[in-house]
């Protein structure tokens, strides 16, 4: 059985004698659970996402419980060597499928975004809606059990946000964690079971 993601007394600083983003976060985040984080520019929000879903180390407290997790970062890095199937390919072979099963899902995903037509497309060679219909599809590939994503509906046509909030709901009715944030204040209005505030690092 899944378990509770926690953070425990997290901070994070960059260097050794920067500032202060976070400190003192305690956060749980329970299996089956939508998660939306709020909070004005530069408060912390995407460090905090970072943290939740190990792209960034705390600086002091703990992080306990982490399940198998992907993330839909804010910026992503499209100057990679691979066409939009190959990496999605390639990410889910990385995850444990098979490499016939990575293939399909990578298919399969493309397909509900909208973004069947850019399959044979390198990264770099993508416009930015198509890029970011890739950053999504890369994080559902493989299933994670916590699904972290910072303003991943950016970019995505009307169709493709469509999909991608048919995807939440489905990792959350799968017992899977949703933690996101989002500049729109109505995006998934009603559906958080909770509603955290990034305020001068603090939670």
């Given at each position: ?11 994070r ?29 530069g ?5 905090l996402?970072?943290l939740?879903?190990?792209i ?11 399940p198998?997790?992907?993330?839909v ?11 939009a199937?190959?990496y ?11 490499r ?43 299933e ?44 998934l ?15």
């Open positions: 059985m899944q378990s509770e993601l926690r953070l425990d007394g997290v901070g600083r960059y260097g050794i004698r920067g500032p202060w983003v976070l400190r003192g976060v305690d956060l749980g985040v329970p299996p089956g659970t939508l998660v939306r984080v709020e909070g004005t520019n408060t912390g929000k995407s460090t996402l970072r939740l879903a190990g960034d180390a705390p600086t002091e407290g703990r992080v306990t419980g982490r198998r997790t992907a993330y970062p804010e910026r992503f890095p499209p100057a990679l060597p691979f066409t199937a190959g999605l390919t390639h990410l889910g072979t990385v995850h444990g499928l098979s016939r099963a990575a293939a399909r899902a990578a298919g399969q995903w493309l397909e509900r975004l909208g973004a069947a037509g850019y399959a044979g497309t390198r990264l770099s060679r993508l416009s930015k809606g198509g890029s970011q219909k890739v950053a999504v599809a890369q994080a559902l590939v493989a994670p059990e916590l699904l972290v994503l910072d303003e991943a509906w950016t970019g995505l046509d009307a169709g493709a946000r469509g999909e991608l909030e048919r995807a939440v709901a489905e990792r959350v009715a799968g017992g899977g964690a949703v933690v996101f944030v989002d500049h729109d204040p109505g995006r209005a009603g559906a958080p079971d909770a509603v955290y505030t990034v305020r001068d690092g603090t939670l």
